[in-house]
């Protein structure tokens, strides 16, 4: 897992989010008058884990730039990093800055956090369930708007690896466009002979007849097969057809109850949307350090 960066567009994203909650003028109309009185005086806040379970971490690459939207006088520290487990109570971080920053920045914050390290969470639990097999667990893009980004990178901390990050990046030829063009064979037959020498080239086969038609016309036009939502049964033979000559991914009806099944397949990959688009927030909490 590589550090996080921001780029311009995660710097707007924090803004956005900020305005949601403060208006344009970044205003708590209660914190700035209770706190009116005290300054910049520092005071020392906390972020602790209320979950009732262990989780992954997920999210420390926005604290300080988020923050910095708001003020440069503050100190963060953290104690556990990205991608690693937090018990329950345990402390994430501490801050050191006027109530006013922190107390402006907390909900934002906040939310940011629990999404991410839930994210990073159930990542986890999904690479461990298939940890006795070859597989790797792979995202989607069935991400929130504007948070991609983000949330690939929480996958990332909770030992997944990341899929196409749009359609920019990846060429996918999903069952739509087979419809559309009136089969497979003439999907494939719009690819360039060169075109894996551009961009990786995943083909979506709903069945045996249909990777048949890749493995004889398009595999050297062919990154990976994607084998959606097949049964067990059907996985495991068009698995053994693929074996040695092209990568597998399975997609399709993959919970945690199932997972480990799949993997036992032989599928080189297995993407899930759940990690993304149903996702539980963990429970955190700040808190003044006294």
């Known amino acids: 897992m590589t550090a996080y960066c921001l780029n311009s567009n995660d710097e707007q994203l924090l ?3 900020l305005v949601e909650d403060l208006g344009i003028a970044y205003e708590d109309i209660t914190s700035d008058l209770l706190f009116s009185d005290s300054g910049n005086k520092n005071y020392q806040a906390k972020i602790i884990s209320k979950h009732p379970a ?11 730039p988020l923050l910095n939207k708001l003020s440069h006088d503050h100190e963060c520290h953290f104690h556990i990093q990205d991608g690693e487990w937090c018990a329950p109570s345990d402390t994430l971080l501490s801050i050191i800055a006027p109530a006013r920053v922190m107390l402006k920045a907390e909900r ?16 986890r639990q999904y690479v461990d369930a298939v940890r006795h097999t070859s597989a790797k667990i792979l995202d989607t893009r069935k991400t929130t708007p504007g948070l991609r980004r983000l949330e690939k990178y929480a996958v990332q901390c909770g030992g997944g690896v990341n899929h196409r990050m749009g359609l920019y990046d990846a060429l996918m030829i999903k069952d739509t466009h087979t419809d559309f063009l009136g089969g497979i ?20 086969v709903r069945n045996r007849n249909e990777l048949n038609i890749v493995l ?3 595999l050297h036009k062919t990154t990976r097969v994607l084998l959606d939502n097949m049964n067990l049964t059907e996985l495991a ?5 693929c074996e040695s000559r092209i990568a597998t991914e399975a997609s399709g009806n ?5 997972v480990s099944e799949v ?21 955190l909490s700040m808190q003044c350090d006294l």
């Open 108 to 123: 934002t914050l906040l939310n940011f956090l629990q999404r991410l390290s839930g994210i990073a969470t159930v990542t």
């Open 263 to 283: 993997a036992a397949c032989g599928v080189d990959f297995i993407s899930i949307g759940r990690l993304t688009h149903s996702i539980f927030s963990a429970d």
């Open 237 to 241: 033979a068009c698995v053994a057809l």
């Open 54 to 64: 262990p989780i992954i971490f997920s999210g420390a690459a926005i604290v300080k």
């Open 216 to 218: 004889k016309n398009g």
């Open 254 to 258: 993959i919970n945690l109850d199932n």
């Open 185 to 204: 064979e003439h999907s494939l037959s719009q690819l360039p002979d060169d075109i894996t020498q551009h961009y990786p080239v995943i083909v979506e």
């Open 15 to 17: 803004q956005l989010a």
